[in-house]
């Protein structure tokens, strides 16, 4: 035998399962002896003469085993033996028998003189032969387990996920207590029979609904942060199939480069589900574009503010300077900050940008190298009816800001758009691009570099469908969507955080920077996931209920106007949209008088004045179906 071929052997006969094959395979020849005497000692007949008895147990053997084996019957642990595993040895058994009785009798005319008896006696002896062991082991290894796991009164937990977040968060639980691991479940077939931390790995999650059920399992807990939301989705379908309580870890983006924490077990959400592979970012371009600066960030108390806030201050920032006209949301993230970030120079300012004073002494006090405006109004169904607000927050607020940004010498001015701004239907939506046209105007006259960051919805944030959602479930239905064929394009907040933070450091001013938004989604699909996450199932116990689309909402979004030719970056989530050039005198001229419009509250005027500016606001259709989306993927 070559040297291959016996390092080959050695490796099968040290499998965890070999002891098992080895066990089960003696049984089968007892077994097949047993037969033979009883049959003898009773009957007094024997094993025919025309074949050799060695022969006859090598074949009956060798044929025993490739049933056991197709029958799946090591797969399970005798740990865990149950009736399935019985039932998987009665049909080995059962059509074992059938096909070594038909061998013989084909290769020698006749096995054994009395093959009725045999075909009788021989299944009854090996179904006890293998199953009376298993059953055997299990019951001792019931009634002798540590007394922590007998008595602790804890969970009994299977964890998803056999990898390096598995193995940590089954280490934490055995320090912690009150949770015990009792298996791992992993798809990687090469950790078939493996153990982890001693404790074993019992088969694909697609086996999970069994396995739970087998093991009386109390909870499963996903540990899979790099998991894409396709596998996260079909992990999550597993666990509601088995009826089981479950849990997950963070994603990678939660988890950053801290270890797996207990702390960190949370209930499956929306954005696991939803989120896209991990966002890979360039670092250290971030680092150097971000370090030492002094960043100043408006709307710093909303959802995507907040999280910019928090992704800033790990990169230290020489100061940190927070906007908002919202007093609790700032309380909130001065609070987080101070508590989390005791080294930061932080400064947070209560303050309108629409309001001249504020702005002129904030930028003018503080002089920040850079600027992320992420403070607008964004309800759409509101600002439908409130224009005035609506074009004084989004469109005075960033000229305000703009222009002290310009005379203070503020290095980066980053405008956070949306893809609402792209041929828009509603007032928000034309308010933000006319700020977009703003911005890429300014920054031709100016020293500052303006950038413009758009893209669609993002998950969770404040005022966003899924609060509405969750909120209608808890309060038992029914969840209203607009349209059966409404979609959207949406972002995780971390996600989109980062990066705008990207986009920030790769611009040398008057770009449209647009993130990958991936496939848009379907409300309805959007709906349906947050029901059955809640435990509820749509249409039996939440309905869903349409409608109608609202004034000003649209089917499909667009990431890109037709005028507007785009081509990839250097990042792969980040495309660059060249931006279509305004007139800067007919603009600011406009842009003027709508200040006196909305001084005077002219509320007509500044719908002419909308209508002038953004011309696509008049020529959209609140229904039409044939909008065309355009992909991301692609030749620019």
């Known amino acids: 035998m070559s040297k291959k071929n016996i390092n080959k052997a050695l490796r099968l006969m040290s499998h965890p399962r070999a002891a098992v094959v080895v066990h089960d395979l003696v049984m089968v ?6 037969t033979g005497w009883i049959l003898h000692k009773f009957a007094y007949v024997g094993i025919a003469p025309a074949v050799p008895v060695p022969a006859e147990l090598l074949l009956v053997t060798v044929l025993q085993g490739l049933v056991l084996w197709a029958t799946g019957l090591y797969k399970g642990l005798w740990r865990f033996a149950s ?73 009994r937990v299977l964890v998803l996920g056999a990898g390096r977040s598995g193995a940590l968060l089954e280490r934490e639980l055995r320090h912690r207590g009150g949770l015990e691991v009792i298996g ?27 396995i739970c059920h087998e093991v009386r399992a109390d909870l499963a807990i996903i540990a899979m942060p790099s998991a894409t939301n396709q596998q996260m989705q079909n992990v999550v379908e597993v666990c509601e199939r088995s009826d089981i309580e479950f849990r997950t870890l963070p994603t990678l983006n939660d988890l950053g480069n801290r270890a797996t924490r207990i702390d960190d077990l949370k209930r499956v ?20 574009g971000l370090s030492g600066k002094r960043v100043m960030i408006t709307g710093g108390g909303g959802s995507i503010g907040s999280e910019l806030c928090r992704l800033i201050a790990r990169l230290n920032p020489v100061e940190l300077i927070v906007v908002d006209n919202g007093e609790y949301a700032l309380y909130r993230i001065d609070h987080e900050l101070r508590s989390e970030f005791q080294d930061l120079v932080f400064k947070s300012v209560l303050g309108d940008i629409c309001d001249s004073a504020t702005v002129e002494r904030v930028v003018g006090e503080y002089k920040p190298d850079m600027i992320f405006h992420a403070a607008a109004y964004k309800h759409l169904p509101i600002l439908q009816t409130q224009v005035r607000e609506a074009f004084r927050n989004n469109v005075i607020g960033t000229m305000r800001l703009a ?29 933000k691009r006319v700020a977009e046209m703003y911005c890429q105007s300014m920054n031709a006259r100016s020293r500052t570099r303006f950038i413009t960051v758009r893209f669609g919805n993002v998950l969770n944030s404040n005022g966003s469908v899924v609060p509405l959602f969750k909120d209608q479930i808890a309060r038992g239905g029914p969840v209203t969507v607009t349209h059966p064929e409404i979609s959207r394009y949406f972002m995780t907040i971390s996600e989109a955080s980062q990066l705008i933070m990207q986009a920030a450091v ?16 379907k409300i309805t699909y959007l709906a349906e996931q947050l029901i059955r996450l809640s435990g509820k199932e749509p249409g039996r116990d939440i309905e869903i209920v349409y409608t109608g689309l609202r004034p000003g909402e649209k089917l499909f979004e667009e990431l890109f106007h037709e005028q507007e030719p785009y081509e990839k970056t250097g990042h792969e ?33 500044l719908h002419e004045l909308l209508l002038k500016l953004v011309p696509e606001l008049g020529k959209s259709k609140q229904v039409d179906s044939e909008q065309v989306v355009v992909p991301l993927h692609g030749n620019a």
């Open 29 to 34: 020849m007892i077994a097949c002896l047993a």
């Open 83 to 155: 009736f399935p595993d019985l039932w998987n040895i009665a049909r080995a058994a059962f059509f074992g028998t059938l096909l070594i009785f038909t061998s013989l009798t084909l290769i020698v005319g006749s096995a054994i003189q009395d093959s009725l008896g045999a075909v009788l006696i021989y299944p009854g002896l090996l179904f006890l032969a293998l199953g009376l062991p298993r059953m055997c082991y299990r019951f001792w290894k019931d009634s002798h387990l540590p007394a922590r796991q007998q008595f602790s009164g804890g969970k």
């Open 184 to 210: 791992f479940l992993d798809d990687d077939p090469r950790l078939r029979g493996a153990q982890v931390h001693g404790i074993p790995v019992l088969g694909p999650i697609s086996r999970l609904p069994r």
């Open 269 to 288: 959400a929306i954005d696991d589900l939803l989120g896209r592979e991990p966002v890979s970012l360039e670092w250290d371009s971030i680092r150097e």
């Open 403 to 431: 222009e002290a940004a310009e005379r203070h010498d503020v290095g980066t001015f980053v405008l956070i758009s949306t893809d609402k701004a792209v041929n828009p239907a509603n007032v928000m939506g034309a308010t």
């Open 506 to 521: 790769l611009g040398n001013g008057g770009e449209i920077y647009v993130l990958d938004m991936g496939e848009p989604m």
């Open 573 to 605: 989530k980040i495309f660059l949209a060249h931006p279509r050039q305004a007139d800067w005198h007919e603009l600011s001229t406009e842009l003027r008088t709508a200040e006196l419009a909305v001084r005077r509250y002219d509320t007509k005027r």
